[in-house]
């Protein structure tokens, strides 16, 4: 059996754990959800959200050393250089909790100014919303000391292993969701400290299951100048391009707080949540390929490099805009039917951000790709800045036009200009080819979306809506973006792949019977 071969059964195998963890979770987070916006009502759910925002911005510092803990643990474990496996285990170990003890020091100073200052609390809220605050710095100290352990999970691609413990965590999820139910303590606090149990709970189970599978994960602190300064080095760009992206998330947030209040970041809240579920079908499948990309850099087999991200740009894409289009066309009657209570601007925000999302999916095969080369400073430069400019431009354009849905469109301009700077730059890190990614990956993406769209849109808009014409309308959206992802979206050798394999499950159901 060749190598290719191997490596291709691996994924597929990574791929299903993936999938099973998500199904799972989709399923008790929508439920969770419902309760915990009904539980806490609007306000107190968009204090939540809000109130998070901070901790983000503050651990954008640990987003950056995940991304360069995950990058050398991958690199060397492609190489098989074991020896210097622990050492840079060990290194991005230390590493992380220094930077966790920072993120604490900084939110303890600048997030308390800031949320005393400048957020928008309601007065009888503000002594259960600071606690929340400090719930969520905790939290973010033990996930930032977690990282370099979920790290190791995914590079040595035991995703089942990763799926049973997020699996673990969603069950305790929905444990919370209906003890705030009963508590007769303050709900929004018994939410933030119960959130905060689950994550140190998950911290010990990540930490006691390396130690016990994989030596490298033994710390044992040693100083290695020429390491460390290479690591400093790829860091600090890390750490400029994870601010960059903090401040376009949660800067955001914020700056809709300061315009329109609480409600509106409710509104936010839940269309990232629904944004997050259906996220998950694509970042599952790309995390398993993740580890391949930067393996098949660090043995120089960039051919099959360049097709793995081809295939994720093109297969996360597709599939987002398969479950996406049914939602964007009835969000307000899948919302309503789901939550019961929809914040208002909440449809809107959901179709911008879905089209951005798919934008999304295939900028992050590049992502990576980069992050395996080692050398990100130029690109840094030019796509943190790219990340950083909807802030200031939505914070002057909401002084002239007071409409939040503003901000989520300038958002996806920005997506869009950031993908076509990282094509740009792979062009000269791995010698990707653009026309060939165009014909690969654009090509297909445009023939699907411009064909199935314009059915489920004019059924919307010409029947009578209620429960049956919005199952209706799903169904046609699925079964014809099915068919134009087969027909348009697959080229010739994926149809017989996929022909093959329905070839063999009639012949096997046929067998059983």
Not at 91 to 105: D, K, N, R, S
Not at 159 to 172: G, H, P, R
Not at 226 to 247: C, D, Q, R, T
Not at 325 to 351: D, Q, S
Request: one cysteine or more.
């Amino acid at each position: 059996m060749s190598d290719n071969t191997k490596e291709n059964k691996r994924l597929a195998k990574n791929t299903l754990f993936l999938y099973f963890r998500m199904f799972l979770t989709l399923v008790v987070g929508l439920y969770t959800s419902r309760v915990v916006l009904n539980v806490l009502g609007v306000v107190d759910y968009g204090i939540y959200n809000v109130v998070g925002g901070i901790v983000t911005i503050f651990a954008s510092l640990n987003g950056a050393m995940a991304s360069t803990s995950s990058r050398y643990i991958t690199f060397y474990l492609g190489k098989g250089d074991n020896n210097r496996l622990r050492e840079i285990f060990s290194t991005v170990a230390f590493v992380h909790i220094g930077i966790a003890t920072l993120v604490v020091i900084l939110c303890e100073t600048i997030g308390v100014w800031f949320f005393y200052n400048k957020m928008q609390i309601p007065p009888e809220r503000v002594t259960v919303a600071f606690w929340l605050l400090q719930f969520s710095f905790i939290s973010a100290f033990m996930s930032m000391i977690n990282t370099p352990f979920t790290g190791l999970i995914i590079a040595h691609e035991k995703m089942n292993i990763y799926a049973y413990i997020s699996i673990f965590d969603v069950l305790a999820k929905l444990a919370i969701a209906f003890l705030i139910q009963i508590t007769p303590i303050d709900k929004l606090f018994t939410y933030g400290l119960l959130f905060l149990v689950v994550n140190i709970v998950d911290f010990l189970i990540y930490r006691t299951y390396c130690v016990r599978s994989y030596s490298e994960s033994h710390l044992k602190f040693f100083f290695d100048k020429p390491l460390f300064k290479e690591l400093g080095n790829y860091f600090g760009w890390s750490i400029a391009g994870n601010v960059a992206l903090a401040f376009n998330g949660q800067g955001i947030n914020m700056v809709l707080n300061m315009f329109f209040g609480p409600a509106v970041n409710a509104a936010r809240g839940v269309a990232y949540q629904v944004q997050n579920i259906i996220n998950q079908f694509v970042s599952n499948f790309q995390v398993a390929l993740n580890p391949q990309i930067v393996k098949t850099y660090a043995n120089q087999e960039l051919h099959r490099m360049h097709t793995l991200m081809y295939a994720s740009s093109k297969y996360g894409c597709l599939l987002l805009f398969f479950l996406s289009l049914p939602v964007m066309v009835c969000a307000k009657e899948i919302l309503t039917l789901w939550l019961g209570i929809v914040p208002a601007h909440t449809v809107n925000f959901i179709r911008i951000i879905l089209v951005t999302c798919m934008i999304s999916a295939m900028s992050n095969p590049s992502i990576v790709a980069a992050g395996a080369t080692g050398k990100i400073r130029n690109y840094t430069i030019v796509v943190a800045t790219l990340a950083l400019m909807p802030l200031p431009v939505s914070y002057v354009a909401l002084h002239i036009i007071k409409i939040p849905e503003l901000v989520f469109a300038i958002l996806l301009l920005f997506e869009c200009l950031s993908l076509g700077a990282r094509l740009v730059f792979m062009k000269k890190m791995v010698s990707m080819s653009i026309i060939e990614y165009a014909r690969s990956v654009f090509l297909p993406i445009a023939k699907v979306v411009i064909t199935s769209c314009w059915i489920p849109i004019l059924l919307y808009h010409f029947l009578d809506i209620n429960i049956i014409t919005t199952i209706l309308i799903c169904m046609v959206s699925v079964v014809i973006v099915g068919i134009s992802i087969y027909v348009l979206g697959l080229n010739m050798n994926e149809r017989a792949i996929v022909n093959n394999i329905i070839k063999k499950r009639l012949l096997r159901n046929g067998n059983n019977m």
